[in-house]
């Protein structure tokens, strides 16, 4: 019988995309007009349904709701509490194409921007707010999932944004007074909370989990005092359901004491991400009448817990809370659904995986230990402690080849030429006009592709037939270009399934999943790879598909590959080393297929970086460590070719000012970067630091469907020509092109090319 005065075994949060991407393909059906709003909703109700059944017949006591979204959490706060600008809300659509308008774009009203949910591949759309924003309870969704799983059976514990994080993760509205800050709202959206947790109330719901991860990173006196502000007012209403505020991805810090101190019910501390936290958590006294669920299984990384570490860590809290629940670290929105299905794997490497379904069993099973005793559960106990202990043993996870050659290398295997003397170089190599144009890599991925693709995976196709396929798509692609008139070709990756899982699948030390899917943003799905062994490279992996795409043109095609701290970031990385010696060896590997690329004659050669800001810390006084390694690697990556070999990086969805150190010291010839949706903000950073080096800000948003026209693209050019000088500022799109389709890409390069002849035109009157 589950006592709901406690919160007692639980996850945080659950994947929502369903086990076969149910509600992605729903999703794009809907968008492409091939099924209704009613047939959009019952995909998924029935996806809500089944996992609420889910938990809790795996046992827990706890069962989280309002965690489902057809694109975004933060995006569904704005709508619930009537915060979504006046452009998306005026265009006289209905709720549901209102709210899909905001996340991806209209022809005529660009889309929220996106950036990342702080140091993960998770991707929220920034709420918009200014001085005249007035929050209301606009919606209903947590009331209605809360009936729709009580009709089910299960009496559930709705997830909602905390209020003072989402105010934090909000940018002011073009036009707000400079000093306007949107954590000023925070009276008016304390209101609309009130109202809410008034009508959860009257519903019978018995717990409201507030999530406030924003105090995982720094943050000011005068922001804790806002989160202390907030929850004496949520605290000490009268009409609310208990409160479980939730912080994790790393130590709450101040803000741990601001919370117990409170007048909340239960606080939930991640201690997988700061063990640390068992010690400040039994140091404050005030938690002595609060429930603290320990977050002990890990919510972002798919290794089976060590559960004695695990059951020593919650024991520890006990005494010194009123009492003590088990829980994952974070949501578990950021793994995939279940390890079961994965027949592809090596059998004793699938031994050391815990996805969801998994690690929801590792807390049912630490959860009873704790209550009952280790005796009660002894078997459980005894099967994963093996488990643990084999993958600790695995002898054969080490490349000593590899470890050595790490060992040889010299700091001078890290430096390339003075920027100068490669700028004039490259000039004379290249011959590109002022304000060359390019694209980010990808091309739109047709049926036939992905089909092909998938033939040979399955060897109902030859090798040879799958080449000529690939082949016949890049002759295409590079035809397109030429015609287009952009000055710098990619070959539009149509063998890549991912930008990372396709180096994954290349490289010793990796194993790739066959449904670990797990969203990125919106209806966007990855299979990060499982990182489990000394890394190395057995063969070229890229060489003959550039090679060939070069063979057909006279204008320089772009060899393209993913960096090292990306390739962790998108990865489920081993936890037996220091991620730094890692990212080592991915780079040496790297490394060599840069040198391959070279040889065969590819002048240009373009390393992503997307993932240097994600991996960043969030506390600063981790920020050198880190800078330390994450540069290193890239420089390992791309050193050691001729001056007149031009590097690229790519870096999208971040926050760049916090990493402008960075960007600088990785020393990329050319840095392209996401600037459509934020305006180009982040080359006023980058003026500012004297960034010396070329520039690709992105001129229009990929991730919308909308086509920019050509004024838009001149005018961005123009400002952005305000902090970069012409014969360093290069004219691309914000991200690749994979996710779009040919009737909205052919226009949008177009209007691209087009623009850019007109500033060309300029620059030269």
Not at 356 to 371: F, I, N, S
Not at 372 to 397: N, S, Y
Request: hydrophobic letters at 45%; a negative charge; one cysteine or more.
């Amino acid at each position: 019988m589950t006592d709901h005065n406690r919160v007692g075994t639980t996850v945080l949060g659950y994947p929502r995309i369903g086990p076969d991407r149910e509600l992605k393909k729903a999703v794009e059906r809907y968008w492409a007009g091939r099924i209704d709003e009613a047939e959009l909703n019952e995909v998924a109700r029935g996806l809500r349904v089944d996992t609420w059944r889910r938990l809790a017949g795996a046992g827990l006591n706890s069962v989280p709701s309002n965690t489902f979204s057809f694109y975004d959490q933060v995006l569904d706060a704005s709508v619930l509490f009537g915060a979504l600008p006046s452009r998306f809300t005026g265009l006289g659509l209905s709720p549901v194409d209102t709210y899909f308008a905001a996340a991806r774009g209209v022809q005529e009203a660009p889309a929220l921007e996106m950036t990342k949910w702080f140091d993960t591949n998770y991707h929220y759309l920034v709420p918009e707010l200014g001085p005249d924003t007035a929050f209301t309870l606009a919606g209903s969704k947590p009331l209605d999932e809360f009936r729709e799983a009580r009709a089910a059976g299960v009496v559930t514990r709705p997830v909602l944004v905390g209020p003072v994080t989402y105010l934090l993760l909000a940018k002011a509205a073009s036009g707000a007074p400079e000093d306007f800050r949107p954590l000023d709202l925070l009276e008016s959206l304390l209101g609309a909370y009130t109202e809410l947790l008034a009508q959860l109330h009257a519903e019978g719901v018995p717990w409201v989990q507030l999530d406030e991860p924003a105090f995982a990173a720094d943050r000011t006196q005068d922001e804790l005092d806002a989160l202390a502000t907030a929850y004496r007012v949520l605290g000490g209403l009268t009409d609310r359901p208990r409160l479980l505020v939730a912080g994790y991805f790393g130590a709450l810090g101040d803000g741990l004491g601001v919370l117990a101190r409170s007048p909340i019910d239960a606080l939930a501390v991640d201690l997988v991400t700061d063990p640390a936290a068992v010690r400040a958590v039994a140091a404050e006294g005030a938690l002595r009448d609060k429930e603290v669920v320990a977050g002990v299984v890990d919510g972002r990384n798919i290794w089976r817990v060590d559960v004695d570490a695990a059951l020593a860590k919650a024991a520890t809290l006990l005494g010194t809370a009123g009492s003590v629940s088990v829980s994952t670290s974070c949501s578990l929105l950021h793994v995939p659904y279940t390890v079961d299905v994965e027949t592809g794997i090596d059998p004793r490497v699938r031994g050391w995986l815990a996805f969801a379904e998994q690690k929801v069993d590792e807390v049912v099973l630490l959860g009873a230990a704790l209550a009952e005793g280790t005796e009660a559960v002894a078997d459980r106990l005894a099967a994963a402690r093996a488990a643990t202990a084999d993958r600790a043993g695995a002898a054969d996870l080490r490349d000593d080849r590899v470890r050595a050659r790490l060992d040889s290398l010299r700091p001078e295997h890290s430096v390339r030429g003075d920027y100068a003397r490669r700028a004039q170089a490259q000039r004379q190599t290249l011959g590109l006009p002022p304000l060359p144009t390019t694209t980010i890599g990808s091309f739109p991925q047709t049926a036939e592709v992905r089909k092909a693709r998938a033939a040979f995976r399955a060897g109902t196709i030859d090798g040879d037939t799958y080449q000529t396929a690939m082949r016949a798509e890049i002759e295409k692609v590079i035809r397109l270009q030429e015609e287009l008139g952009l000055d710098v070709l990619v070959h539009g990756e149509p063998e890549r399934n991912d930008m990372v899982q396709y180096f994954a699948e290349q490289l010793n030390g990796f194993a790739a999943t066959e449904h670990g899917w797990v969203q990125s943003y919106g209806s966007r799905c990855v299979r990060p790879p499982i990182l489990y062994g000394d890394v190395s490279r057995p063969e070229p992996m890229t060489v003959r598909w550039a090679s060939y795409a070069q063979s057909l043109t006279s204008k320089p095609v772009k060899g393209m590959l993913t960096a090292p701290v990306t390739i962790l970031a998108w990865s489920f990385v081993r936890d037996d080393q220091p991620l730094g010696d890692t990212a080592r060896q991915v780079a040496l590997a790297i490394r060599d297929e840069v040198h391959d690329l070279e040889s065969a004659g590819i002048r240009i050669i373009q390393v992503d970086e997307p993932a240097l800001r994600e991996l960043l810390p969030l506390r600063a006084a981790e920020h050198a460590a880190y800078f330390d390694w994450a540069v290193a690697s890239f420089r390992l990556a791309t050193s050691g070719i001729a001056d007149s070999t031009q590097i690229h990086t790519h870096m999208c969805y971040s926050e760049f000012g916090d990493i402008l150190p960075a960007i600088d010291a990785i020393d990329a010839d050319v840095t392209s970067i996401e600037a459509a949706r934020s305006r180009m903000e982040v080359l006023e950073d980058l003026a500012a630091g004297g960034f010396g080096r070329g520039v690709g800000p992105g001129v229009y948003d990929i991730h919308s469907p909308r086509v920019p026209d050509t004024d838009e693209v001149s005018a961005l050019l123009r400002k952005a020509l305000d902090a970069v000088p012409a014969d360093r500022l290069w004219v691309n799109p914000d991200c690749g092109l994979k996710t779009r389709g040919y009737a909205e890409v052919e226009p949008s390069l177009s209007n691209l090319v087009t623009a850019t002849g007109q500033v060309r035109a300029e620059l030269t009157d």
